[in-house]
């Protein structure tokens, strides 16, 4: 995903650092539909391996969360897996958040999210 192509775009400082938000138009429209903000929340899970997911989570709020806007909000959360379980799981209920270390300090640079013939999409690094 080409995190520059999209037209929209909000620049925030996170633990010292710069975080860019992108979004398309798709996005942009459904985003604006909405009553509550969505969540989307970007995991960093260890476990056999390194696993980067973006989830998108409805009407669901959390209070390490940041507002991007008055429709988005964002949450980064790394975790530790608890097996090798390739099983998709969601990261705001899986055991193991990591709370301390430089993973818990870390977060991404950029952030892009789509809407996709009816799914939300997102990449962040």
């Avoid at 798709?26 to 476990?47: C, D, G, H, S, Y």
């Avoid at 390739?86 to 705001?92: C, D, G, Q, V």
Wanted: aromatic share 10%; proline share 6%; glycine share 4%.
């Amino acid at each position: 995903m080409n995190f520059k192509r999209f037209p929209h775009h909000r620049s925030h400082t996170v633990k010292n650092k710069p975080f860019e938000v992108y979004w398309s138009s798709n996005a942009e429209k459904i985003l604006q539909k909405r009553l509550t903000p969505l969540l989307v929340e970007m995991e960093l899970k260890f476990a056999c391996m390194v696993r980067m997911r973006v989830h998108f989570h409805e009407d669901i709020e959390h209070k390490q969360s940041i507002s991007i806007t008055d429709k988005l909000s964002v949450l980064y959360r790394p975790v530790v897996g608890q097996s090798c379980s390739l099983k998709n799981s969601i990261a705001l209920h899986a055991p193991g958040e990591l709370t301390t270390g430089p993973m818990a300090n870390r977060f991404p640079k950029q952030l892009a999210i789509d809407y996709v013939r009816g799914v939300w999409v997102g990449q962040y690094s």
